[in-house]
C-alpha cells in the first residue's frame, strides 16, 4: 500500500488535467442528456451522474481498462464513457436510436460494452450486485487477475440479495469490489430514513470483507484510494465494500422535477461548495498547472464536442421495426404477432 | 451404440458427467449438491469426481446464486445450477426473470447467457403446499427463457446435453417422480435431442392426449385403459414449452379430431391452458369436440395423501375427461 501511495505523489499535472476533461465531459454530457430529455428525444427513466463525477473519474483511472470488469446499477452513462464507450453510441441509445449501445432496445438505464469491460446497465436496485460478484466469480474459476468494480447505490445496499451477495464474495473470496455510491438519497428518501445504521462502509464486515468510508468528492483521494484498494484485491484476490461519500446535484431521475420535496435550496448550495469539477480546478491553479484562461479553452472544447455527439446520435436512425424480435435469443425467434 | 437400462436420475447424472468432460467451463452449484451429494441425490457422487471448484456448493441464498451464475455465463462459463426443488427458484424469479432472461436482449445480442436452472418441479410426495409449485408455465411466459419438460430417461439424457450446449439460459424441469423410471439410454456422449420437437410415443386415432413431463407418463397408462374400451388413443409428448413445437400438436389433433390437454399444474393460467388456446385457435375446423383440459386442481397442495392425490392428474381423471367429450 505504501508504495502506491507513493507512486500518486509522482502522479503528473497530465493525469490531473485529463480527469479535469473526464469530468468536465461527463457534467456536460449528462447536461446534454438533461437537455434531450426536455425536448422529448429522451423517454422513460433517464438518471445522470451530475455532482458524482468524481467518484467514476477516480476508480476508473483505478483499474486496467478493457481488462477490469465494472458493473452498475442505471445511473451508468458516465461509466461507459469513462471505459471508452463511444459517447455517440451512448447518446444514441439515450435517444432510442438503432446506433445506440444497444440499438435503442436498452435505453439510458441499459448501456452495455463488454468489449471495453462495460457489464450494464442494470434497472433493478441492488439486482445487478450478485451478477458482478459473478463477473468476479468467473476471473477467480479461470484464475486470470481481472478486478470487478461492482458499483451500487446508498439504496441497494438494504437490499436483501445484496447482504447474500456479501455473503458469498466473503465465502468463496472473489475478486470484488463492492463501491456503495452514497449520494445520501434512495431516490427521495434520505439516507437517515431508509439505514438503520447510515454507516453503511460497516455493512461488509459481517462477512470477513474488508470494509471503509471514503471521501467522493475530491477527485485525487479518490484515485489514491481507489488504487489502492483495486491493488489489494488483485493481488490478495478478496473482496472490499468501500462506502463512498458523494452527493448528486440533479434529480433521481429526469421525472424527479421537486427535489425540495426532499431536501432544502440552502442544503443543495452547501453541497455545491464541494462540487469535485471545483475543487480540482483549484488544485490546478493553486499548483499551476493550468490557468484560468486554459481552463476555459478546455470547457469550450468540451462543450464543442459534446454539442457534436448530440448532434451526430440525433442525426441517426430509429431502429426498424423489424427488429423487435431479433437478440431475445441467440438463435431463434419467440412466438410470432399479437 | 448399444443402449443402456438406466433411471431418469442416472440419465441426467451420465449427461452432466459427460458434458463436463468435454468442457471444463462447465460448472454444477447449488443447495447440498457437492458433500451431501444433492437431496435428490441427482448429483451423486460428482464432488469426489470433480471436487468444489466444478460442485460448488450454495449458501441457502436462491436469488444470490443465480445471480452469481448469471455474472459467471455472461462471463462466459456455463453454470448448471440446481434448486432443490423448483418451488425455491421462487426466491430467484427477480433474477431469473428480470436480469438474466433479459441480458440478450438489452445487449442487442452482443452478451450470451448459457445458463442451465434445473431441478425437481411438481409434486414429489406429501411435501404439501411450498414445495410442490410447477413452475414450468411462470417461466414459459418469460421471453429469453427456454423451457423443457422430458418425460423419458433417454430424452432427459439427451435435452439436458442440449441445454448445457445452449447459448440461452433453459429451465430444465425434472417432475420428481419421474427419478425412478427407468428406460434406454444411449451409451454416446454426443447423443442430443433438440429442442422445440414434439413426440408422439403412442400413435393413435381416436383423440390426441397432449401432455409433458410426468403427465406424458400418466397419459400412456390412460391410453392403455382407454384401449381396453376401444378408444385407439394418441400420446404426444410435448418434452419443450418454449419453443413449443405446435406443427407435431396440430399434425396428430388432424388425424383424431379430439385433443385433451393433460398438466399438472394448476388448472387455470397453467401452460396447459396456453395449448389448448391455441389448438382453439388453429384446429378449430379439424375438432368434432371442444378442446378439453385435465390439470392439477387450484388449490395449495394438501399434506394428507389422500388430499394430495385428489389435486394430481392420474390416469383415471383422464379416462373420465375421455368419456365425458363431445
Same mark, same amino acid.
Given at each position: 500500500?505504501?508504495?502506491?501511495?507513493?507512486?500518486?505523489?509522482?502522479?503528473?499535472?497530465?493525469?490531473?488535467?485529463?480527469?479535469?476533461?473526464?469530468?468536465?465531459?461527463?457534467?456536460?454530457?449528462?447536461?446534454?442528456?438533461?437537455?434531450?430529455?426536455?425536448?422529448?428525444?429522451?423517454?422513460?427513466?433517464?438518471?445522470?451522474?451530475?455532482?458524482?463525477?468524481?467518484?467514476?473519474?477516480?476508480?476508473?483511472?483505478?483499474?486496467?481498462?478493457?481488462?477490469?470488469?465494472?458493473?452498475?446499477?442505471?445511473?451508468?452513462?458516465?461509466?461507459?464513457?469513462?471505459?471508452?464507450?463511444?459517447?455517440?453510441?451512448?447518446?444514441?441509445?439515450?435517444?432510442?436510436?438503432?446506433?445506440?449501445?444497444?440499438?435503442?432496445?436498452?435505453?439510458?438505464?441499459?448501456?452495455?460494452?463488454?468489449?471495453?469491460?462495460?457489464?450494464?446497465?442494470?434497472?433493478?436496485?441492488?439486482?445487478?450486485?450478485?451478477?458482478?460478484?459473478?463477473?468476479?466469480?468467473?476471473?477467480?474459476?479461470?484464475?486470470?487477475?481481472?478486478?470487478?468494480?461492482?458499483?451500487?447505490?446508498?439504496?441497494?445496499?438494504?437490499?436483501?440479495?445484496?447482504?447474500?451477495?456479501?455473503?458469498?464474495?466473503?465465502?468463496?473470496?472473489?475478486?470484488?469490489?463492492?463501491?456503495?455510491?452514497?449520494?445520501?438519497?434512495?431516490?427521495?428518501?434520505?439516507?437517515?430514513?431508509?439505514?438503520?445504521?447510515?454507516?453503511?462502509?460497516?455493512?461488509?464486515?459481517?462477512?470477513?470483507?474488508?470494509?471503509?468510508?471514503?471521501?467522493?468528492?475530491?477527485?485525487?483521494?479518490?484515485?489514491?484510494?481507489?488504487?489502492?484498494?483495486?491493488?489489494?484485491?488483485?493481488?490478495?484476490?478478496?473482496?472490499?465494500?468501500?462506502?463512498?461519500?458523494?452527493?448528486?446535484?440533479?434529480?433521481?431521475?429526469?421525472?424527479?422535477?421537486?427535489?425540495?420535496?426532499?431536501?432544502?435550496?440552502?442544503?443543495?448550495?452547501?453541497?455545491?461548495?464541494?462540487?469535485?469539477?471545483?475543487?480540482?480546478?483549484?488544485?490546478?491553479?493553486?499548483?499551476?498547472?493550468?490557468?484560468?484562461?486554459?481552463?476555459?479553452?478546455?470547457?469550450?472544447?468540451?462543450?464543442?464536442?459534446?454539442?457534436?455527439?448530440?448532434?451526430?446520435?440525433?442525426?441517426?436512425?430509429?431502429?426498424?421495426?423489424?427488429?423487435?424480435?431479433?437478440?431475445?435469443?441467440?438463435?431463434?425467434?419467440?412466438?410470432?404477432?399479437? | 451404440?448399444?443402449?443402456?437400462?438406466?433411471?431418469?436420475?442416472?440419465?441426467?447424472?451420465?449427461?452432466?458427467?459427460?458434458?463436463?468432460?468435454?468442457?471444463?467451463?462447465?460448472?454444477?452449484?447449488?443447495?447440498?449438491?457437492?458433500?451431501?451429494?444433492?437431496?435428490?441425490?441427482?448429483?451423486?457422487?460428482?464432488?469426489?469426481?470433480?471436487?468444489?471448484?466444478?460442485?460448488?456448493?450454495?449458501?441457502?441464498?436462491?436469488?444470490?446464486?443465480?445471480?452469481?451464475?448469471?455474472?459467471?455465463?455472461?462471463?462466459?462459463?456455463?453454470?448448471?445450477?440446481?434448486?432443490?426443488?423448483?418451488?425455491?427458484?421462487?426466491?430467484?424469479?427477480?433474477?431469473?426473470?428480470?436480469?438474466?432472461?433479459?441480458?440478450?436482449?438489452?445487449?442487442?445480442?452482443?452478451?450470451?447467457?448459457?445458463?442451465?436452472?434445473?431441478?425437481?418441479?411438481?409434486?414429489?410426495?406429501?411435501?404439501?403446499?411450498?414445495?410442490?409449485?410447477?413452475?414450468?408455465?411462470?417461466?414459459?411466459?418469460?421471453?429469453?427463457?427456454?423451457?423443457?419438460?422430458?418425460?423419458?430417461?433417454?430424452?432427459?439424457?439427451?435435452?439436458?446435453?442440449?441445454?448445457?450446449?445452449?447459448?440461452?439460459?433453459?429451465?430444465?424441469?425434472?417432475?420428481?417422480?419421474?427419478?425412478?423410471?427407468?428406460?434406454?439410454?444411449?451409451?454416446?456422449?454426443?447423443?442430443?435431442?433438440?429442442?422445440?420437437?414434439?413426440?408422439?410415443?403412442?400413435?393413435?386415432?381416436?383423440?390426441?392426449?397432449?401432455?409433458?413431463?410426468?403427465?406424458?407418463?400418466?397419459?400412456? /397408462?390412460?391410453?392403455?385403459?382407454?384401449?381396453? %374400451?376401444?378408444? #385407439? !388413443?394418441? &400420446?404426444?409428448? $410435448?418434452?419443450? +414449452?418454449?419453443?413449443?413445437?405446435?406443427?407435431?400438436?396440430?399434425?396428430?389433433?388432424?388425424?383424431?379430431?379430439?385433443?385433451?390437454?393433460?398438466?399438472?399444474?394448476?388448472?387455470?393460467?397453467?401452460?396447459?391452458?396456453?395449448?389448448? /388456446?391455441?389448438?382453439?385457435?388453429?384446429?378449430? %375446423?379439424?375438432? #368434432? !369436440?371442444? &378442446?378439453?383440459? $385435465?390439470?392439477? +386442481?387450484?388449490?395449495?397442495?394438501?399434506?394428507?395423501?389422500?388430499?394430495?392425490?385428489?389435486?394430481?392428474?392420474?390416469?383415471?381423471?383422464?379416462?373420465?375427461?375421455?368419456?365425458?367429450?363431445?
Amino acid at each position: 500500500m505504501a508504495k502506491q501511495a507513493e507512486k500518486l505523489i509522482v502522479e503528473s499535472p497530465a493525469d490531473f488535467e485529463q480527469y479535469y476533461r473526464d469530468m468536465l465531459f461527463i457534467r456536460h454530457f449528462e447536461e446534454k442528456c438533461n437537455v434531450a430529455y426536455r425536448q422529448g428525444k429522451a423517454g422513460g427513466y433517464m438518471h445522470v451522474y451530475i455532482g458524482m463525477e468524481a467518484l467514476a473519474v477516480g476508480w476508473m483511472n483505478a483499474i486496467r481498462k478493457g481488462h477490469d470488469n465494472v458493473i452498475t446499477a442505471y445511473r451508468d452513462h458516465a461509466h461507459a464513457l469513462l471505459l471508452g464507450t463511444d459517447p455517440v453510441a451512448v447518446m444514441a441509445e439515450v435517444m432510442g436510436r438503432k446506433a445506440g449501445t444497444a440499438g435503442g432496445k436498452g435505453g439510458s438505464m441499459h448501456i452495455y460494452d463488454p468489449a471495453n469491460g462495460f457489464y450494464g446497465g442494470w434497472g433493478i436496485v441492488g439486482g445487478h450486485v450478485p451478477i458482478g460478484a459473478g463477473l468476479a466469480f468467473a476471473s477467480k474459476y479461470r484464475g486470470d487477475d481481472k478486478v470487478t468494480l461492482n458499483f451500487l447505490g446508498d439504496g441497494a445496499a438494504n437490499q436483501g440479495v445484496v447482504f447474500e451477495t456479501l455473503n458469498m464474495a466473503g465465502l468463496y473470496d472473489l475478486p470484488c469490489v463492492f463501491i456503495v455510491e452514497n449520494n445520501e438519497f434512495a431516490m427521495g428518501t434520505r439516507l437517515e430514513y431508509h439505514a438503520a445504521d447510515p454507516e453503511l462502509y460497516k455493512r461488509g464486515i459481517p462477512f470477513g470483507i474488508k470494509s471503509e468510508r471514503v471521501d467522493g468528492m475530491d477527485v485525487i483521494e479518490m484515485k489514491k484510494t481507489a488504487q489502492q484498494i483495486v491493488d489489494y484485491v488483485r493481488s490478495e484476490g478478496k473482496p472490499f465494500w468501500v462506502e463512498v461519500m458523494s452527493y448528486r446535484y440533479s434529480g433521481h431521475g429526469a421525472a424527479d422535477n421537486d427535489r425540495q420535496l426532499y431536501r432544502t435550496k440552502e442544503e443543495e448550495s452547501e453541497a455545491m461548495k464541494r462540487d469535485p469539477i471545483k475543487r480540482l480546478v483549484e488544485v490546478l491553479i493553486e499548483r499551476n498547472i493550468a490557468n484560468e484562461e486554459k481552463l476555459e479553452a478546455i470547457d469550450a472544447e468540451i462543450v464543442e464536442r459534446v454539442e457534436k455527439i448530440y448532434e451526430e446520435a440525433d442525426a441517426s436512425p430509429f431502429p426498424d421495426v423489424s427488429e423487435v424480435y431479433d437478440n431475445i435469443y441467440c438463435d431463434m425467434n419467440p412466438e410470432v404477432g399479437h | 451404440m448399444p443402449n443402456l437400462e438406466m433411471t431418469f436420475r442416472e440419465a441426467l447424472q451420465k449427461s452432466m458427467i459427460e458434458e463436463m468432460d468435454k468442457n471444463a467451463d462447465v460448472f454444477l452449484m447449488g443447495e447440498d449438491i457437492g458433500r451431501y451429494e444433492g437431496t435428490f441425490k441427482v448429483t451423486k457422487g460428482l464432488f469426489p469426481k470433480y471436487g468444489h471448484r466444478r460442485v460448488l456448493d450454495t449458501p441457502i441464498t436462491e436469488a444470490g446464486f443465480s445471480g452469481i451464475a448469471t455474472g459467471a455465463a455472461m462471463a462466459g462459463l456455463r453454470p448448471i445450477v440446481e434448486f432443490m426443488t423448483m418451488s425455491f427458484s421462487i426466491l430467484a424469479l427477480d433474477q431469473i426473470i428480470n436480469h438474466t432472461a433479459k441480458v440478450h436482449y438489452m445487449t442487442n445480442g452482443v452478451v450470451k447467457c448459457p445458463i442451465v436452472f434445473r431441478g425437481p418441479g411438481g409434486a414429489a410426495k406429501q411435501l404439501s403446499a411450498q414445495h410442490s409449485h410447477s413452475m414450468e408455465g411462470w417461466f414459459a411466459h418469460v421471453p429469453g427463457l427456454k423451457v423443457v419438460c422430458p418425460a423419458t430417461p433417454t430424452d432427459v439424457y439427451g435435452m439436458l446435453k442440449t441445454a448445457i450446449a445452449d447459448d440461452n439460459p433453459v429451465i430444465f424441469y425434472e417432475n420428481p417422480g419421474l427419478y425412478t423410471v427407468k428406460g434406454q439410454v444411449p451409451d454416446d456422449p454426443n447423443f442430443m435431442i433438440p429442442f422445440g420437437k414434439a413426440q408422439i410415443l403412442r400413435p393413435g386415432k381416436d383423440v390426441s392426449l397432449v401432455g409433458y413431463s410426468r403427465m406424458t407418463q400418466v397419459n400412456l /397408462a390412460a391410453a392403455e385403459l382407454l384401449a381396453k %374400451d376401444g378408444i #385407439d !388413443a394418441e &400420446v404426444v409428448d $410435448v418434452r419443450s +414449452l418454449l419453443p413449443l413445437d405446435t406443427e407435431t400438436i396440430y399434425a396428430s389433433i388432424k388425424k383424431t379430431h379430439r385433443a385433451l390437454v393433460v398438466y399438472e399444474d394448476w388448472r387455470s393460467g397453467g401452460f396447459g391452458a396456453e395449448i389448448a /388456446a391455441r389448438i382453439g385457435e388453429e384446429c378449430f %375446423d379439424d375438432l #368434432d !369436440a371442444p &378442446v378439453a383440459r $385435465v390439470g392439477g +386442481l387450484n388449490v395449495p397442495m394438501p399434506y394428507a395423501r389422500v388430499l394430495e392425490l385428489e389435486c394430481i392428474p392420474d390416469e383415471n381423471d383422464v379416462v373420465a375427461a375421455i368419456r365425458k367429450m363431445r
